[in-house]
């Protein structure tokens, strides 16, 4: 079975502070990939950034960086220098080679403060 | 068009009447995505195609529900007698095949069920 797990309701953090955002999974599919989106209030959802199961190295898009440790199976999402425009809800989910959905984990408010 | 289209962007609708959401995906991308979400909640699966042949449809929640996708194309999400729990955004995606492929989300379907 697949499951995605983000344990942190809620999050804040001061303009220009960097943030992590937790995410465990769990899966028996052997390839594997982990998505981040990011929903702000207007509703739709934004892909930030995507890591494969086999990648050799963390992904990274612009202020956005994926700490992945297979091992512990969990897939961090790191904001750097947090914008008020940050302000959003954050969303983890994961994908098989085999599978067509996404399974979603229940996501995390961020609130970037001045 | 250059991203997923949704329609309408809102629907309210009585008790008992049917609805009609209506997905355009990205061109050229095969497979297409339903998702709901209900208010404060993360995404719950309902029916994903490929091509025009729906593999997993393990997600909608009753036989109330039902998807078609025609030409490959523009996809219908029809809910038969609407029901006040079927209140919730309307979520469709594409991308460029299943598996690891990055899921492009439309704005949403916001369906009132009074």
């Known amino acids: 079975a697949q499951k995605i797990t983000q344990t942190q309701p809620g999050m804040f953090v001061q303009e220009k502070e960097a943030v992590t955002l937790d995410c465990t999974y769990d899966t028996s599919d052997p390839s594997y990939g982990l998505f981040w989106y990011k929903q702000p209030s207007s509703g739709e959802m934004i892909f930030l950034i995507y890591q494969g199961s086999y990648d050799q190295q963390n992904a990274t898009e612009g202020r956005y960086s994926l700490n992945f440790q297979k091992a512990r199976k969990s897939a961090n999402l790191v904001i750097s220098a947090s914008q008020l425009g940050d302000s959003a809800m954050y969303f983890c989910?994961?994908?098989?080679?085999?599978?067509?959905?996404?399974?979603f984990g229940r996501g995390t408010q961020l609130t970037v403060w001045p | 068009g250059a991203g997923v289209s949704q329609s309408p962007s809102n629907k309210v609708t009585e008790k008992g009447k049917d609805v009609e959401l209506r997905c355009d995906p990205i061109s050229g991308h095969t497979a297409l995505y339903w998702y709901r979400q209900s208010l404060g909640q993360g995404l719950e699966f309902l029916i994903y195609?490929?091509?025009?042949?729906?593999?997993?449809k393990s997600g909608l929640p009753s036989d109330r529900f039902s998807a078609e996708r025609t030409g490959g194309s523009v996809s219908t999400l029809t809910i038969q007698r609407t029901q006040q729990e079927d209140s919730a955004v309307y979520l469709c995606a594409s991308s460029v095949g299943q598996g690891l492929n990055i899921q492009y989300f439309g704005a949403g379907t916001r369906l009132s069920v009074l």
């Open positions: 195609f490929q091509g025009n042949s729906a593999p997993d």
């Open positions: 989910a994961m994908g098989g080679s085999t599978l067509g959905r996404l399974y």
